[in-house]
C-alpha cells in the first residue's frame, strides 16, 4: 500500500510538472505570435531625388550666406604680418565675448549643416564644408592661424568645386 501511495504521488508531480511545460510552451508561443502580428509593416520610403538636391542647395546657399555675414571677415582680417604684432594685439584681436559668440555662430552653422541630408554627388562637397567649418571653429577656440588658414582653404575649395555656390 505504500508503495502505490509513493508511485502514485510520483505519477502525480510528474504529471503536474509535464502540465506546467506543456502550458508554458503554449503560453510563449502565444505571445511571440501575437509580438509578430503587432510589428509594423515596414514601407518602403521613396525619396524625390530632385526636390532632395533642390533643398540641399537652398540650404546650403542659405548657409554660406550667413557664414560670408557673419564669420569670414571676422577670421580674414586676421592676417598677421610679423612687424605688426604689437599692433594687432591691440586692434584686431577679439575679445573674448566676441570669441565666444563667433564661435556659436560656427556651431550654429555646422550643426545646420550636419543636419542636411547631401545627395549621393555631393558628399565630398558636403564633407569639406562640415570640415572646412570644423577647422574654423578650432581656430577660433585655439587661435591657432594653420586652422584658420586650412578652414578657409577648406571652405575655397568647396566653393570652387561647385558652380552654383557662387550664384
Known sequence: MNTRKTILIFLILALSIVLIVYFKIIKTDGTSKKTEENLPVQQEVKVDLVEM??????????????????????????????????????????????????????????????????????????????LAFAKIESFIASQMDEERINGLNLMDQARNSQNWLDE
Not at 550667413?66 to 605688426?84: L, M, Q, T
Request: glycine fraction near 0%; proline fraction near 1%; hydrophobic fraction near 35%.
Open 53 to 130: 538636391e533642390n533643398n540641399y542647395t537652398e540650404e546650403v546657399k542659405e548657409i554660406l550666406s550667413e557664414y560670408d555675414k557673419k564669420i569670414k571677415n571676422a577670421i580674414s582680417e586676421r592676417v598677421i604680418a610679423d612687424s605688426d604684432i604689437e599692433d594687432i594685439a591691440t586692434s584686431s584681436e577679439l575679445s573674448h565675448q566676441e570669441r565666444l559668440d563667433l564661435l556659436n555662430e560656427v556651431l550654429n552653422l555646422k550643426d545646420r549643416l550636419l543636419e542636411l541630408k547631401a545627395p549621393t554627388h555631393f558628399k565630398a562637397l558636403h564633407l569639406n564644408l562640415v
